[in-house]
C-alpha cells in the first residue's frame, strides 16, 4: 500500500484496508492534471447542468480543487469526502496531505 496521507489516523479518516486500497486507485484515477483548454471545456459543461446538482457536481469534480480548498475539505469532510476529487493542485501545494 501506498504512504498514508497525514492525519490518516484521524477519527474522520478512519478507512479500513480496503478503502484506503480504493482511495489510491481513486487517487490515480482523478488526480490528472488538465490544461486551462480542458478545465474550461468541463466548466463550461457543468454550467449546462446547474439546475441539476448532482449532475453539476459529478461533471464539476473532474477539475483540480484549488490546494485551499482541499485542504478546507479534507478537515471538514475527511478523505473519505475527497476520495472522487481531482487533487493534482492541492497535491503539489500539500504533497503530505493527499
Known amino acids: 500500500m501506498e504512504h498514508k496521507p497525514n492525519g490518516w489516523n484521524l477519527p474522520i479518516n478512519q478507512m479500513t484496508d480496503?478503502?484506503?486500497?480504493?482511495?489510491?486507485?481513486?487517487?490515480?484515477?482523478?488526480?490528472?492534471?488538465?490544461?486551462?483548454k480542458e478545465r474550461k471545456k468541463i466548466s463550461d459543461e457543468a454550467h449546462k447542468?446547474?439546475?441539476?446538482?448532482?449532475?453539476?457536481?459529478?461533471?464539476?469534480?473532474?477539475?483540480?480543487?484549488?490546494?485551499?480548498?482541499?485542504?478546507?475539505?479534507?478537515?471538514?469532510?475527511?478523505?473519505k469526502g475527497l476520495k472522487e476529487c481531482n487533487l493534482s493542485w492541492a497535491k503539489e501545494v500539500y504533497p503530505d496531505e493527499f
Open 49 to 79: 447542468y446547474l439546475k441539476d446538482r448532482k449532475k453539476f457536481i459529478e461533471i464539476s469534480k473532474k477539475n483540480p480543487l484549488f490546494p485551499e480548498l482541499a485542504i478546507a475539505a479534507k478537515a471538514c469532510s475527511g478523505l
Open 18 to 36: 480496503e478503502e484506503w486500497k480504493d482511495y489510491f486507485e481513486c487517487r490515480k484515477k482523478y488526480d490528472i492534471k488538465l490544461s486551462d
